[in-house]
């Protein structure tokens, strides 16, 4: 079996479930994709008889359409591990990705996933019981636990025959527009990408948080006049200069603010949010539930990822925590497949900024799912986060 039928296969239903076992084993020494440098994994079979849960992986490197830079870091590709969930029939996709200041890599996750060990586990409904038990292997690995958590609830929500915005009770009606993202580069090419993107989207996403912050925004200005959100990734290193700024990016049309400074920078964080005229969202200094608190004062509102939180059950818990805290939420991805990203989108109905463009970056999807339509995401009916592997 080669990967194009690893991701298909479900699409033939309870046919193939006769075959997920036999087949996964004859994925033994697949490879991850050219270009890489990291060591192939093979397929691995997944421990438990009839009536246990499945779980497969694979490395897959996402190839970027355009180099991609934020403050800090330039780069082509991202590596990605995608996830596969077997259960009486029903196939759950998920997907790991890992962009460099995670701190997680392909081995990391390979690593991650190989102890996971579910034969234990006989009804995916328990899914408390099951997510507890991978949150518990170990204390990091965000991603290779939301690829698992994605895989699960994708499985679940198939056997409801229901999407999850469905199963959360959230309307698809009032699904947000998706800011499109637009990384660091000299005015050119930012002034040729706002042109590629703008007629497609409503609202863009500017990468900041460098000398040139000042010029990139004058250059999109001369071709569009769409709201603007803004991404400094820690950036600023002046609070006083960072509220200068916001002022003027709130004269040239810029509605929203992330991650302004340091995340190890509470009191400067705070200091700004106190006196700014946008909204300020912490990006960096929020992964996990448990870090809500901390951040509660310091910004009006978290973005939630989840490749940070660990998927979809500590995201839509942590959407209802800062909602009870009074913060606003916004929902945002990694460079992702739309797996991942039709994950996260089944709750965005519920906030009030959408960054989930991740699968848009990349030209080597490997599922459909939301779509953007006139610049809003659309959910379709699809079941569980709704992919259809391509
Ligand atoms: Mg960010």
């Known amino acids: 079996m080669d990967r194009r039928e690893f991701f298909k296969q479900s699409a033939f239903g309870a046919a193939a479930a006769g075959l997920a076992l036999s087949g996964l084993g004859s994925l033994q020494g ?8 990291y060591a192939p994994y093979s397929m ?5 008889g009839e009536g246990a849960l499945r779980l497969s992986f694979e490395p897959y490197e996402l190839e970027l359409r355009h180099t991609f830079t934020v403050s800090g870091n330039s780069r082509k590709s991202t590596p990605g591990v995608q996830v596969r969930l077997d259960y009486e029939g029903f196939t759950g996709y998920g997907e790991a990705s890992m962009p460099p200041y995670l701190g997680q890599s392909v081995q990391s996750v390979c690593s991650f996933l190989e102890r996971i060990d579910l034969s234990s ?8 019981d099951i997510l507890d038990y991978i949150d518990s292997l ?7 636990k939301a690829a698992v958590d994605i895989a699960l609830h994708d499985l679940v929500g198939k056997m409801l025959a229901s999407p999850w915005y469905r199963i959360w009770g959230l309307n698809p009606s009032k699904a947000p527009l998706t800011t499109f993202t637009i990384g660091i580069d000299t005015p050119e090419i930012v002034k040729q990408k706002t042109l590629e993107c703008a007629s497609q989207f409503r609202i863009l996403k500017i990468k900041v948080g460098t000398p040139s912050d000042w010029e990139m925004i004058r250059a999109i200005r001369e071709v569009t006049s769409l709201p603007l959100a803004v991404d400094a990734n820690q950036g600023w290193k002046d609070c006083r200069m960072a509220l200068d700024e916001i002022f003027w990016l709130k004269e040239q049309g810029v509605v929203m603010v992330e991650q302004p400074m340091g995340k190890d920078r509470p009191d400067e964080n705070a200091w700004i949010t106190e006196r700014s005229p946008l909204p300020i969202f912490a990006d960096e200094a929020v992964q996990r539930l448990r870090d809500i608190p901390s951040v509660k004062g310091a910004y009006h509102g978290i973005n939630i990822k989840l490749m940070k939180c660990t998927g979809m059950r500590e995201a839509w818990k942590m959407l ?22 039709s994950a996260a989108a089944q709750l965005s109905p519920a906030v009030d900024f959408a960054d989930l463009d991740g699968n848009l970056l990349i030209s080597n999807d490997l599922f459909s799912g939301v779509t953007v ?12 986060i709704g992919v259809t592997p391509l």
Request: charged letters at 25%.
């Open 138 to 144: 170990s204390e990091g690995d965000t991603a290779a």
């Open 373 to 384: 339509q006139d610049g809003r995401l659309c959910l379709g009916e699809g079941s569980g």
């Open 320 to 341: 209802n925590y800062a909602r009870a805290e009074g913060m606003k939420v916004m929902i945002g991805c990694m460079t992702e497949t739309s797996c991942a990203v």
């Open 30 to 37: 697949c490879r991850p994709s050219s270009g890489s440098d």
């Open 44 to 48: 691995k079979p997944a421990r438990g």
């Open 121 to 128: 586990f006989t009804d995916p409904f328990l899914m408390d």
